[in-house]
């Protein structure tokens, strides 16, 4: 059973920097391509950084500059290094993998910036 574990979220001030983690289990971890989405609000759910196995990254044009997704697959963990959080950032963060057809999806920690 994939299972996808989140944590890092809280409140920041804006100019900030916060640090998600996401721990995975019930796949082979480095094989596959890991991704992180956010939702605010009465919005849709949106790609913020995804990572390849070999390190390859993408970022979404909004982040870019600020945001770091990284991986380490001895510990089945991805992360999304986050700063200079600005008031536009804050939403539900989802850690998200596809082993196969669907995709699996972390429950979300809410990032919140405010001052």
């Known amino acids: 059973q994939v299972q996808l574990v989140e944590s890092g979220g809280g409140l920041v001030q804006p100019g900030g920097s916060l640090r998600l983690s996401c721990a995975a289990s019930?796949?082979?971890?480095?094989?596959?391509?890991m991704g992180w989405y956010r939702q605010a609000p009465g919005k849709d759910r949106d790609l913020v950084a995804a990572?390849?196995?070999?390190?390859?990254?993408n970022y979404a044009d909004s982040v870019k500059g600020r945001f770091t997704i990284s991986r380490d697959n001895a510990k089945n963990t991805v992360y999304l290094q986050m700063n200079s959080l600005k008031p536009a950032d804050p939403a539900v963060y989802y850690c998200?993998?596809?082993?196969?057809?669907?995709?699996?999806w972390g429950r979300g920690p809410p990032v919140t910036v405010s001052s």
């Open positions: 019930g796949i082979t971890f480095s094989i596959y391509a």
């Open positions: 998200t993998v596809v082993p196969g057809t669907e995709p699996y």
């Open positions: 990572i390849t196995t070999g390190g390859t990254t």
